[in-house]
């Protein structure tokens, strides 16, 4: 009975093609617009995450708090200093790497080509507390931190301007003024959340740093990675009980030192981009109600139209629940349809924008479901006034009907 009635609701759409696929674009336009939605918000909040991921794992960032501009400062600026990463580095016991880091932007020359990348002062333990491997060579040694000897390693993008895919190990390049040999090559980073390019670096000793580049003992970052299995917000209280010691602020006082954890910045911007993901899918979900409507408007002239087949069915024995389910079957169907075509439509547009924007593809099977439910429902619903009609004809009435 039920395939019988599919059969007839797919025979009357062929009949009608233009007319069933105007009628069911609404329903195309508003289930692709869905999908490309939440598949293209999905695939930003994994992108966001894994930019934050690569930072380092469990990770928090401390650095000099600065004063907001045109206010009262509550608090003493003051940079961060030697006395703070060892208090850190004494103080936590639920830390596997403390790491302190100072940055610029100097020109790089090689030979005849140079280029302006970002050189990092740092320690050992710095790879450990951002993730950070080398692709070949090795790091810094223990005794070349403590003497500030001139070596660096090159990230990719400094590798690839420089030498190509050849092997820069052993060879001397110019940091601002300073020479130093380069002892290895970092694994690539790729590019940050912000636009950056986190492989445009150079990564020197601390010390050699400070002497040759900076020009002064300040650190600007002390990286600490939690132990894992250890909430980033127990070590948090923890460094900032340690900070307010070794930099003596009273009890009363603001921290003239800020805190971040890398995994709650993580959170919320995953946050607020699924929020603005589920927004967009709530507007463009308006157009399925467009959509419905269309699918009551053109159920309505079909009953019309129909009116003297439905007054001979009626006639030779058919009940009003036959012609109820008739229509409604076929009000089904042409809303399925519409939504099979959106799904598609919606998956391509979402693996296009994946592709130009370098965001991944994430399809949410549970979506897709949903959506083909949701556009088979609204059939029923806006299908079922028109079945309703035609369903309560008079025969006699129908068969008069011309």
Not at 80 to 92: A, M, P, S, V, Y
Not at 128 to 138: L, Q
Not at 163 to 183: H, L, M, Q, W, Y
Not at 336 to 348: H, P
Request: proline residues 3%; aromatic residues 4%.
């Amino acid at each position: 009975m039920i395939w019988e009635t599919v059969r007839l609701a797919l025979r009357s759409i062929r009949r009608n093609v233009l007319r069933s696929f105007l009628t069911l674009l609404g329903i195309v336009i508003g289930v692709a617009a869905v999908i490309a939605m939440i598949t293209i918000g999905s695939g930003t909040t994994e992108k966001v995450k894994g930019d934050i991921s690569k930072l380092g794992s469990n990770l928090l960032v401390v650095r000099a708090a600065r004063p907001e501009r045109g206010g009262p400062a509550s608090f003493t600026p003051r940079q961060l200093e030697e006395k703070d990463l060892l208090g850190l580095r004494k103080g936590l016991t639920n830390a596997k790497a403390v790491s302190a880091a100072s940055q610029s932007t100097v020109r790089v020359v090689y030979g005849p080509e140079n280029i302006a990348a970002s050189v990092t002062g740092t320690d050992i333990e710095f790879f450990t507390a951002r993730d950070w491997n080398v692709s070949s060579g090795r790091i810094f040694t223990e005794s070349e931190v403590r003497g500030g000897a001139n070596v660096c390693l090159v990230g990719q993008t400094v590798r690839q301007q420089f030498f190509g895919a050849g092997d820069p190990e052993g060879i001397a390049i110019r940091v601002n003024r300073t020479s130093c040999k380069i002892i290895g090559v970092l694994e690539s980073k790729g590019t940050s959340g912000f636009g950056q390019d986190q492989d445009n670096v150079v990564m020197m000793p601390l010390g050699s740093f400070q002497r040759r580049v900076s020009g002064n003992r300040n650190i600007d970052t002390i990286y600490v990675a939690a132990q894992d299995g250890i909430a980033t917000s127990d070590v948090q209280d923890s460094i900032e009980a340690i900070l307010r010691d070794t930099r003596r602020i009273a009890p009363d006082a603001d921290n003239n030192f800020e805190v971040r954890d890398m995994t709650q910045i993580a959170d919320a911007m995953a946050s607020a981009t699924t929020t603005m993901t589920g927004m967009l899918g709530a507007v463009a979900a308006v157009s399925l109600l467009v959509g419905g409507i269309g699918i009551m408007n053109i159920m309505l002239v079909s009953v019309t139209e129909r009116t003297r087949e439905i007054g001979i069915r009626l006639a030779i024995g058919a009940h009003e629940k036959h012609i109820l389910i008739q229509f409604l079957v076929e009000a089904t169907v042409l809303s399925l349809l519409g939504g099979l075509i959106g799904i598609a439509l919606g998956l391509s547009l979402a693996g296009l924008a994946s592709l130009t924007l370098s965001i991944p593809f994430a399809p949410s099977i549970p979506i897709i479901l949903l959506a083909v439910g949701f556009s088979a429902l609204i059939g029923m619903v806006f299908g079922f006034f028109p079945a309703l009609r035609g369903a309560r004809l008079d025969p006699i009435d129908a068969l008069r009907h011309e």
